[in-house]
């Protein structure tokens, strides 16, 4: 006879591994507010252009390292996540390029602040940014990103850190106009390559092992 596989059981396996019995608190999207400011220029009008820039900026500075944030709410009692869309095509987690000597939890707190927040120029207190969660290589100036760095890859061209990044009860997100924030089901991103590219389709499995708490408004 099978063996009944219930929760408690489940429980009482895992009460000894610290680290699948991660928890993380998630905030109705109805708690925050969304307003929107001036316009932020776009950088890149299309994949070709921001290969370009990305060829360019080696050239000068050599390898480009980016860090996005992965901002979680909770809609319909499922984990949601936000996504800046751009041109109504193209979707981004939020975040950018780090400056030269600039860390990344500085880095990705100022790109924070810049984005979603009314005040460009703040110091990004108001961001409390976790652990990595994953990072992504692109080995030559191609679309094409890898969870890992190929090993016969001696200078990749960019790396690209995710970062889960936990939001407080109550915050205001300010908006460019020429972008969008949207909150999208965990289960709509899965493994959705085609629409919201490798990085952003893989982040379901990269929060698998989380046990999220849906906290009350």
């Not at 480009?64 to 499922?78: D, P, Y």
Request: hydrophobic share 35%.
């Amino acid at each position: 006879m099978g063996e009944d596989v219930s929760e408690t059981n489940l429980h009482d396996r895992n009460s000894g591994n610290e680290d699948q019995n991660l928890e993380f608190d998630i905030y109705p999207l109805s708690s925050y507010y969304f307003g929107s400011k001036d316009a932020l220029p776009f950088k890149d009008h299309t994949q070709h252009h921001h290969l370009l820039r990305i060829q360019s900026n080696y050239a000068a500075r050599g390898l480009r390292t980016s860090v996005e944030a992965v901002l979680l709410v909770e809609l319909f009692k499922h984990p949601h996540l936000l996504l800046l869309q751009v041109r109504n095509s193209i979707y981004k987690l939020p975040g950018g390029r780090l400056r030269p000597g600039e860390s990344d939890t500085d880095g990705l707190k100022r790109k924070l602040t810049r984005k979603l927040c009314v005040d460009e120029e703040g110091d990004g207190s108001e961001w409390e940014v976790g652990e990595c969660l994953g990072m992504w290589w692109r080995p030559d100036f191609e679309t094409l990103l890898y969870p890992f760095l190929p090993p016969n890859i001696k200078q990749p061209k960019e790396c690209t850190k995710v970062f889960l990044v936990k939001l407080p009860a109550s915050q205001k997100f300010i908006v460019p106009k020429n972008m969008r924030l949207l909150a999208v089901p965990l289960c709509q991103v899965h493994e959705n390559h085609k629409t919201y590219g490798q990085i952003i389709s893989g982040v379901p499995q990269l929060l698998s092992k989380f046990c999220f708490n849906m906290m009350e408004s």
